[in-house]
């Protein structure tokens, strides 16, 4: 079922949302060669207790960790360890926090010390690719408006993006209707209203779009071992546009479409 959230819920949904933002900012100084994945999930659960909330991930369909760390061809649901992460290496680093019930939801990708021209491209155009989806969301237009505007994008740069896992409504659930893909036609399916937040999340992979779920059952890898971004906020559709919730960034969070 779709929702739209009333003012109440919305603020709390900032406050989750600002909460994930100070997480990854807590997490910048520690990408760095050395590190653990293991130590950045540490921080990020660290941050989100600190704010009076609890980590969204932490036991979600038995998820062990509090936060998502995939690295290079490691698309998504990256298991934190004791890997420590070199030079070369990116990651996507997928924060999710719930304050008074209510979830905010965003992932990242980092750049650790030296990385070729070629991968900070992906990483790049992937992270465009939100801001060309989210253009297109406001009350209104089509989910697969913002679908259609990433996958678009996405492949005029010759890269691809998986079928089989796509953004998603969100609220007092992590993961509500409605569902956002990242490719397909423009103009079909859900019509965007005024109070629906959903988590817009362009997940990029530099060569084929297929991909394998690795043995612990949680780790999604590009199939072909190429390398692979993904960048995702949550907002809330206004009017005329969209508020991001997951910001502390306030130039960021005055664009809409």
């Known amino acids: 079922m779709i929702t739209t959230k009333s003012t109440r819920e919305i603020e709390y949904m900032k406050e989750a ?19 653990t994945t293991k130590k950045i999930n540490e921080i990020c659960e660290k941050t989100i207790l600190k704010h009076h909330a609890t980590p969204s991930f932490k036991g979600l369909y038995g998820f062990s960790a509090a936060v998502c760390t ?17 030079s070369g290496d ?11 019930g209510y979830h905010g939801d965003s992932a990242w990708t980092y750049a ?25 969301a406001k009350a209104g237009n089509h989910v697969s408006d913002i679908s259609h ?4 994008y996405v492949m005029s740069h010759g890269y691809s993006v998986p079928s089989d896992y796509t953004g998603h409504g969100i609220g ?12 397909g036609p423009a103009g079909r399916g859900v019509i965007l209203k005024e109070g629906m937040t ?13 991909t394998r779920v690795l043995s612990d059952t949680w780790s999604v890898v590009a199939k072909d071992g190429s390398n692979t971004a993904h960048y995702e906020h949550t907002v809330v559709i206004r009017k005329d546009g969209y508020e991001i919730l997951t ?4 130039e960021e969070l005055q664009k809409n479409g």
């Not at 010390?113 to 297109?136: C, N, S």
């Not at 007092?172 to 490719?183: G, K």
């Not at 959903?198 to 297929?210: C, F, S, T």
């Open 70 to 86: 995939s690295v290079n061809s490691t698309l998504i649901h990256g298991i934190p360890s004791e890997y420590k992460l070199k």
């Open 112 to 136: 650790i010390g030296d990385v070729d021209e070629k991968t900070l491209d992906l990483m790049k155009v992937t992270h465009d690719a939100l801001f060309v989806g989210l253009a297109y």
């Open 172 to 183: 007092t659930s992590v993961h509500e209707d409605p569902t956002v893909p990242n490719f």
């Open 198 to 210: 959903i988590a817009v999340e362009p997940m990029v992979i530099a060569g084929k779009p297929q």
């Open 247 to 250: 910001t502390i960034n306030k």
């Open 17 to 35: 949302g600002r909460i994930v933002a100070l997480a990854h900012e807590a997490i910048k100084p520690y990408m760095r060669e050395g590190v």
């Open 149 to 152: 505007a990433i996958g678009e």
């Open 90 to 100: 990116i990651i996507s680093v997928d924060i999710g926090a719930c304050f008074n």
